[in-house]
């Protein structure tokens, strides 16, 4: 039953991503399905959350779900396109070569040891979730709380946006409560199952997207090796036994990056995948306050980009269709921010004091020392995984034409970390407090994206082992 | 680092897979400590949330959804600790009020136990308070007299 209330957002999704993307093969399988997924689960909370109000009937959900699928699947049939021709792997540098043995004996040790970190990683994540099956502080105090208000107030479900629990922070958007609602609906009962899965996916989802797409962009021992940074990880998996929003966050982010670099790196250029960028941007607001930064920062950094490289009419007919798909989602977040949702903490804890700590080195000095100490120890590793990353990088070097794409991602990357710090230096809260308490999960909202750019930069061990293919990289 | 002969990058990645497996074993001992301290109890029956929904079962099935009462605990009992919350996720879509109580409050009191106790938030005002429910086990439904 419970694959069964899962199954409508898959086709949804699913439906939708290879309506957009049709590049064909076992990589773009593994990336459509990742995608398809959380896609489907993000629509399928924007639709319960419009029929709350009108009517949150089962048989209203079913139909209107079903209705969207149809359309989807119509659309799939109306705007068949030949395949996408992306000019990726074969005319890389760093390719995977033809017959040579060392390349093939690496690439079957890094197989191995990937499927034998997944196995260890759905292990760990079972034995965390059933240790706390309702998930960590967050997930309790805020989203699965949001989750009962929406299920179980028939009638009185805007209490979950009352300022008598003003500290479960009702203006966040309600992507994770009102898909486990949802979910609930279908199921006619409560169940720790559902929040459980909708983490454990949107994880697996993340997995998917990273390992698929580094092996389409660059080779397949390279979309392990980023894999196995991101599965090696023990904070992955800690958070999203948590069942906290910052996993489907970074889904999300990591989807627009990817979905962005596929759209740049297409020969032709894709409409549909700048929309689908779009529809997972407004997702990524949908999830997280956080996320309506990074759309902004993604938009800001194609537009710079675009700008410097002298491509601003191509980079103007992008951004535009970037912004039809994210345009209905932001839409329906103003609704919700305008109708029902109480004034954000931070924005409103803001007066003249602000100003003072703009101007307070400090407070500069205090966000920035832990963004450094957070970075340099992220993910519980035993050691610092940053050292091991730069070592790597170091000994292979980069590639010697750095790709448009990665440098607007890498753009907007940075721009997001900005933001976050410039939340910090004016936050209402104490700010020793808010940083200790939220640092690493803003960092692991960007960490996925920080590693697709990671390894999309950095030249595949595979180069080195093919020396009829050489070319100097850029960085040695 | 010059990555330039056969064998020197062949070796470097395989330095950095025997890493990677390194943490993974890392990660797998994890696994095997906490397969160890697993609880014994059925599925969803172990944490504290968990704790807090079999405590607070009666309560719930007092008041109607629509309720909105007070909440006050034992001021030994750490905000960090978060049982506002825990008892708010329990109750909901009931409101609880921490701020300002209301007539009807819904006490955490698991270490005074009394409203006479001492110690008890309430104990200075404890003639104008009512105990409606005994829980037995540290919660009480109180009201303003």
Redesign the interface.
């Known amino acids: 039953m419970l694959t069964l209330a899962f199954l409508p957002p898959f086709l949804i999704g699913f439906t939708i991503t290879n309506t957009c993307f049709k590049r064909q093969g076992t990589g773009a399988g593994i990336l459509k399905c990742s995608l398809g997924m959380g896609l489907g689960m993000g629509i399928c909370s924007l639709l319960y959350f419009l029929l709350r109000p009108i009517n949150p009937s089962l048989w209203a959900v079913m139909t209107t779900e079903l209705v969207f699928l149809i359309c989807a699947a119509t659309a799939f049939y109306l705007f068949k396109k030949p395949a996408l021709f992306i000019s990726l792997a074969a005319n890389k540098p760093d390719a995977f070569g033809k017959d040579s043995s060392?390349e093939l004996l690496?690439t079957r040790?890094?197989s191995i040891?990937f499927i034998?970190?997944l196995c260890?990683?759905l292990?760990?994540f079972s034995?965390?979730s059933?240790?706390?099956?309702?998930g960590d502080?967050d997930a309790?105090?805020i989203w699965?709380?949001k989750a009962?208000?929406l299920y179980?107030?028939?009638n009185?479900?805007t209490?979950?946006f009352?300022s008598?629990?003003d500290?479960?922070h009702p203006d966040y958007p309600l992507l994770l409560p009102s898909f486990i609602a949802r979910t609930w609906l279908y199921l006619r009962h409560e169940t720790?199952y559902v929040s459980i899965c909708v983490a454990g996916l949107f994880a697996l989802g993340i997995v998917g997207l990273l390992t698929a797409s580094i092996t389409i962009f660059r080779n397949r021992?390279q979309g392990y090796?980023a894999g196995?940074?991101l599965?090696?990880t023990?904070f992955f998996?800690v958070i999203t036994a948590a069942q906290y929003a910052d996993v489907p966050l970074a889904f999300f982010i990591l989807a627009v990056i990817v979905l962005l670099t596929f759209a740049e790196q297409s020969d032709e250029g894709s409409k549909s995948l700048y929309v689908l960028a779009g529809i997972m941007g407004g997702l990524a607001t949908w999830t997280k306050n956080e996320g309506l930064l990074f759309v902004i920062a993604v938009a800001f950094s194609r537009v710079a980009v675009a700008a410097y490289m002298r491509g601003w009419k191509k980079g103007r007919k992008q951004i535009s269709y970037f912004c039809m798909g994210i345009a209905p989602i932001l839409l329906i977040l103003v609704y919700f921010k305008l109708h029902f949702a109480p004034v954000n903490d931070l924005v409103g804890g803001q007066n003249l004091s602000t100003f003072d700590k703009l101007t307070s080195p400090s407070r500069y000095y205090k966000v920035i020392y832990g963004f450094i100490t957070k970075s340099t120890s992220f993910g519980r590793?035993?050691?610092s995984p940053a050292i091991?990353l730069i070592v790597?990088a170091?000994?292979?070097g980069t590639h010697s034409r750095p790709e448009k794409s990665n440098i607007a991602n890498v753009l907007a990357i940075a721009i997001t970390l900005l933001g976050y710090s410039l939340v910090y230096i004016v936050t209402p809260h104490d700010l020793t407090w808010h940083i200790n308490t939220s640092i690493d999960r803003l960092l692991f909202q960007l960490f996925p994206s920080m590693l697709f750019s990671y390894f999309m930069t950095v030249t595949s061990?595979t180069y080195?082992?093919q020396?009829e293919k050489r070319e100097e990289p850029a960085l040695? | 680092m010059q990555p330039t002969s056969g064998r020197k990058p062949q070796l470097f990645i395989y330095l950095i897979l025997s890493c990677i497996a390194l943490q993974q074993l890392y990660i797998l001992n994890s696994n095997r400590i906490a397969f160890l301290n697993k609880s014994t109890l059925p599925f969803g029956q172990s944490d504290s949330v968990a704790v807090y929904e079999k405590k607070l079962v009666n309560a719930v099935s007092l008041l109607p959804p629509k309720s909105k009462i007070g909440y006050i605990q034992d001021s030994g009992l750490s905000v960090m600790q978060g049982h506002i919350f825990l008892s708010q996720y329990a109750m909901a879509p009931r409101l609880l009020q921490e701020k300002s109580l209301s007539d009807t409050v819904l006490a955490n009191f698991p270490i005074s136990g009394t409203i006479e106790h001492p110690n008890n938030p309430l104990y200075t005002e404890r003639k104008n308070w009512l105990v409606l429910k005994d829980f037995k086990n540290g919660f009480f439904l109180i009201r303003r007299k």
């Open positions: 060392a690496i040790i890094a040891l034998f970190s260890n990683a292990l760990n034995l965390a059933l240790a706390q099956p309702n502080w309790w105090a699965n709380l009962r208000f179980r107030g028939t009185e479900w209490r979950v009352s008598i629990i500290q479960s720790l021992l090796l196995l940074f599965l090696s023990p998996i590793w035993i050691g091991l790597y170091l000994f292979f061990p080195f082992l020396p040695q």
